[in-house]
């Protein structure tokens, strides 16, 4: 049985993996940038990043101390559970495992800048609703979104052209918006590329890219070319790891997309950071907690 209980306890286990521990597919690709790096500086941050990685998870302590907006994913599949026992469940999760692991306070209100303390507030915790019937139970992905990489989110809304012309404007667009923030996203970084749907849904996608491991290509063909192209077009920028030059200011970059208005192409860009940080469990219709 899915329980409110349940949920927090889950919250509080993957906010405290998603904090202290990287994902193999992250930590592989900083350890590929690390072997492939030419310049000395670069190949110093690198091995400055592992080393971090190293120490967080064998000290069980969070690896930046920016410690995120606590934003969740969670798709409900096949249970019966109430919308309000998920909801009540993660924002008590998150309000104890602001004092459990620790995190720093940073949920704060946007004219004011005074927070409750816990990191929760209003909309926030903020969570995404998913649905796949082929899911037991439920999943619950937390993702910690730190505030360098995201103050360099960015939209535009570009004339319809043909396609060609469409993705060779979408390059440029990402290009100018990776110079525009040099080094304050902490790269490398994983960027995701929204293009499609209405304003809001695209820097949705954004999110969702950034979301999808590194390596892994849109399954679209000419979507997936249009990631490589825009990766190496980013990594011959030169702005490198922390903006101090190198071959490696993107880790991947990702691009979802959705149908659009016949007049409009909305492009989004959401950074994350070097620390790529998300967590993701599995609670089955019985109880079971399964981390993935």
Known sequence: MITKELIKDVTISILRRAETTLPKDVKQALARAYEREENEIAKVQLEAMLENVRLAEELQRPLCQDTGLPLFFVTLGSCNVELSDIESGIREGVEEATDLIPLRSNVVDPILRRGEGANIGDRMPYINYLIDSDVDGLEILVFPKGGGSENMSAFTMLMPKPEAEALKAIKNFVLETVLNAG?????????????????????????????????????????????????????????????????????????????????????AINFQCWAARQAVAKIHEDGRVEYV
Do not use: F, W, Y
Request: proline fraction near 7%.
């Open 183 to 267: 080094g304050k996203p902490c790269p490398p970084t994983i960027i995701g590329v929204g293009v499609g749907g209405s304003a809001d849904m695209a820097m949705k996608l954004a999110k969702v890219a950034v979301i999808r491991p590194a390596g892994v290509r849109n399954t679209e063909e000419r979507i997936a070319q249009a990631e490589e192209e825009i990766l190496e077009a980013v990594n011959n920028t030169g702005i490198g790891p922390m903006g101090l030059g190198g071959n490696t200011t993107a880790l991947d970059v990702h691009i979802e997309t959705a149908s659009t208005h016949i007049t409009s192409l909305p492009v």
